[in-house]
């Protein structure tokens, strides 16, 4: 998600854009931590591993005072998010010129499409820059149910032989593929994450993660919504009791569905918006959850 900071009417800070590197993610999560975002210190060490060159730091003398980050998938498209200032420098022009220093590198490495996740605030900036509207997304917030059914046979939990068939199953639905991005979050907390296996291979698979202030979901990919319920239960049974965030896109009306049938309620919109050949939309009605608003 992109929070940009620009005023007509306010004075530019004296500042400089920079790489944002591995020193910096002890200030980075305090950015983090003003704007009550959901990442984690862990989070900071993955954009950096997706991607080393195309993530940045605002400077103010020598104080880091924003941040954003990028990452590419292949050619097809690219991401911008974390663009994050600190309350003191806001509406001085450095949320506006660290993204113009992401879409400068992600176009400068011959991404085609830039796409970012957009509060109501950002898109009023963005549609001048030349960003269309692509849908709407909601992040849901609710408390997992202690209530837990029959685990369905055909739910298991990912394992490494079976990431190639994943991935691949993944880039139709994302519109890309994205090894790293699918690898790393599996990795990361193997107890939550599953897939759904048929005749016809891969239905399905879900994700998750923990988050400073809940548990996030995503992503959430599945041929239908009686799949995607299952999977999800699977989820939740583990993390009963607690508070859990999803990312759901407008198109897909059947994860909305789901989220009223659990009693999730609606915490925020954003608007997903692109500038450039939107050639590989994926199939949002598959997505039943985003894995996140700053990797897509």
């Known amino acids: 998600m992109t929070r940009p900071n ?3 009417s306010a004075a530019p800070a004296a500042r400089s854009i920079r790489r944002l590197v591995a020193s910096d993610i002890p200030v980075a999560h305090e950015l983090r931590r003003l704007a009550g975002w959901n990442q984690t210190e862990r989070d900071w060490v993955g954009y950096l591993e997706f991607e080393p060159e195309g993530c940045f730091a605002a400077e103010v003398g020598d104080r880091v005072v924003g941040t954003a980050t990028t990452i ?6 690219g991401w911008v998010g974390m663009v994050l200032v600190h309350p003191e420098q806001r509406r001085t022009g450095v949320g506006t010129a660290l993204l113009h220093a992401a879409i400068a590198s992600l176009r400068a490495r011959g991404v085609r499409c830039v796409k970012l996740d957009a509060t109501p605030l950002g898109r009023n900036v963005y549609l001048p820059m030349g960003f269309q509207d692509e849908y709407g997304l909601s992040r849901f917030e609710g408390v997992a149910p202690s209530g837990s059914g029959d685990a369905a046979s055909g739910v298991a939990p990912i394992t490494e032989a079976i990431l190639p068939a994943l991935i691949a199953f993944d880039a139709e639905a994302f519109g890309a593929p994205r090894p790293a991005v699918v690898t790393t979050l599996s990795r990361r907390h193997p107890e939550l994450g599953f897939v759904w296996r048929d005749a016809a291979g891969i239905a399905g698979y879900i994700l998750a993660r923990e988050g400073t202030n809940a548990v996030q979901v995503g992503p959430w990919i599945a041929r ?3 799949t995607a319920w299952e999977l999800l239960g699977h989820v939740l049974r583990r993390v009963a009791g607690r ?3 999803l990312d ?3 198109p897909n009306r059947a994860a909305g569905e789901l989220m009223a049938r659990l009693g999730f309620k609606v915490q ?3 608007t997903r918006m692109f500038s450039g050949e939107n050639r590989h939309p994926g199939l949002p009605e598959r997505v039943f959850g985003i894995s996140s608003p700053e990797k897509g």
């Open 6 to 8: 620009n005023s007509p």
């Open 72 to 77: 590419r998938y292949g050619d097809r498209f």
């Open 224 to 226: 239908d919504a009686a």
């Open 243 to 245: 508070k859990v965030f």
């Open 248 to 250: 759901v896109l407008e």
């Open 268 to 270: 925020r919109s954003l």
